[in-house]
């Protein structure tokens, strides 16, 4: 089992960055592939962005794409979304999630583990 545990959000504003970490404890970081997801209020949850076991590979929500940024460092047991040009359509809690595959997926069905989640909130 992996524990999760998100941090970096606040209240920011239209237009500002925001870097956002998920630390793992428990097993072996590198044996999991790992997303980040979100959730607006009243709105289901939905895929941001996703890397494999050894961060070479990279998937992203059509409409992220370009502001969006997955990585992580293996051995620092951490995950991290660096997020650019932040809009109020942004504001959401954030989850990042692992999956014991080396392969990545945008489905949050196939993830096992989730973190509590940050805020994000994007003023205008």
């Known amino acids: 089992q992996v524990q999760l545990v998100e941090s970096g959000g606040g209240l920011v504003q239209a237009g500002d960055s925001l870097r956002l970490s998920c630390t793992a404890s428990?097993?072996?970081?590198?044996?999991?592939?790992m997303g980040w997801f979100r959730q607006a209020p009243g709105k289901e949850r939905e895929f941001v962005a996703a890397i494999n076991w050894s961060g070479r590979r990279t998937k992203y929500a059509d409409n992220l794409k370009v502001r969006f940024t997955i990585t992580r460092d293996n051995a620092k047991n951490t995950l991290s979304l660096e997020m650019l040009v932040l809009r109020p359509e942004d504001t959401a809690v954030y989850f990042c999630a692992a999956r014991p595959s080396v392969f990545l997926s945008s489905d949050l069905n196939e993830y096992d583990y989730w973190g509590q989640g940050t805020q994000v909130t994007v003023s205008s």
């Open positions: 428990g097993r072996t970081f590198g044996n999991y592939s």
